[in-house]
């Protein structure tokens, strides 16, 4: 990998046993990126590079790095960029300034699962529970690390991995200061690559990191986690595995319904409104709570009452529009959704109906008068 003298630099080291620091230096200026943990980390330089390729390829630049990556994670890297270039027009590839060492794959035999408290990652978790040893907890992803539930949240996770028999890591880090200096979507684009980061700098304690999926085998749109592209993020220690491609969001609610674990600390909600660890008003809880309520599950950490005007005024994809579809259905047959929710139900998807035949219409007509 060789490269020219400008463009985007970093170097990385491991500023004490449980701290790494990325000085980065790009066209947009100088700035350290730090990522600390409960347990020593590792493997400075190859956990930098998921952080930095990236930022290269938005500004076609070279990435020059002051370390060495081995030959799995240069390979890998290729196929990273291939990617993410055919699925975002603004990215250019870069090239990787770096000596290339060959490493003997060798990954500790530890597995990790990245776990927010979510409905994904409680899935994977109790899906995978013979297999998985540590769950991942990051302060500075969905949350940001002076956010005033991160206390709340770490609370719940600590209770959650004990309860589950697992070990809890909790990673804090400021890698969201990246993607957002240099105008990177985190959900599209940067969050898997910030997840890559964590997972190698682990690699001593978990040479497997699985990524609960969040979307399933069909509707997978372009996203920072994609099962074409969380592998190819592997170095010779570490490797992340895209986990539940091939399961419904509804089947796994019906899944971890069944667990108290996950009823006692489940956390769904992204806006928070009045510092709640869930709302249960926005767009999110509504649609979890409505699943629950669907399956027979109870959750302490979401209000039992759900707000059939919220609901009513949902504005639904196609696919969670079909999802609304079957709870309907099963809360009719069980008999456990009263008519004014059921009527609020069938409005938000009379409404996504009508949206969504207009979008398709539209889109025939101008394809049927494109010249080709």
């Not at 701290?19 to 200026?29: H, L, M, Y």
């Not at 794959?105 to 994904?120: L, P």
């Not at 979507?185 to 978990?206: E, K, N, Q, R, T």
């Not at 006692?264 to 926005?282: I, K, P």
Request: glycine share 8%.
């Amino acid at each position: 990998m060789t490269g020219h003298s400008t463009g985007v630099r970093g170097s990385a080291r491991l500023a004490d046993p449980t701290t790494i620091t990325v000085d980065v230096t790009t066209p947009r200026g100088a700035f350290t990126v730090t990522t600390t943990a409960d347990v020593p980390l590792a493997a400075p330089t190859a956990s930098a590079v998921p952080l930095l390729v990236p930022v290269a390829m938005r500004h076609g630049h070279t990435l020059r790095l002051d370390g060495a990556v081995d030959d799995t994670q240069a390979a890998g890297l290729d196929r990273v960029q291939t990617t993410l270039t055919s699925w975002y027009s603004h990215l250019g590839r870069a090239t990787v300034d770096a000596p290339v060492v060959e490493l003997p794959v060798d990954r500790a035999a530890g597995v990790g699962c990245f776990f927010s408290g979510g409905v994904d990652s409680f899935y994977s978790t109790l899906t995978r529970d013979e297999r998985i040893t540590h769950l991942i907890f990051v302060v500075g992803f969905d949350l940001a690390p002076g956010h005033p539930l991160v206390d709340t949240a770490l609370t719940e996770v600590r209770r959650a991995a004990e309860s589950l028999n697992k070990t809890l890591v909790v990673v804090r880090t400021d890698v969201r200061e990246m993607s957002d200096r240099h105008g990177m979507s985190w959900g599209p684009l940067y969050h898997g690559a910030a997840m890559a980061h964590v997972a190698i700098a682990l690699s001593d304690h978990v040479g497997t990191v699985l990524v609960p999926s969040s979307f399933v085998r069909g509707q997978t749109p372009p996203w920072g986690t994609h099962p074409d592209l969380d592998h190819h993020w592997a170095t010779a220690t570490s490797v992340l595995e895209h986990d539940a491609i091939e399961v419904t969001r509804p089947t796994k609610i019906a899944r971890i319904a069944q667990d108290p674990t996950a009823m006692e600390h489940l956390r769904v909600c992204w806006q928070n409104r009045d510092g709640a660890y869930n709302c249960g008003r926005c767009e999110k809880c509504l649609r979890t709570m409505l699943a629950l309520r669907a399956v027979g599950g109870r959750c302490r950490t979401l209000p039992h009452h759900i707000d059939s005007d919220a609901v009513g005024a949902l504005r639904l994809t196609s696919g969670q529009a079909r999802a609304m579809r079957r709870n309907i259905d099963a809360m009719t047959a069980a008999g456990t959704g009263t008519p004014d929710l059921l009527a609020a139900m069938q409005r938000a998807v009379d409404r996504s109906d009508r949206y969504w035949s207009r979008m398709f219409r539209a889109h025939a007509w101008v394809t049927a008068r494109l010249p080709f």
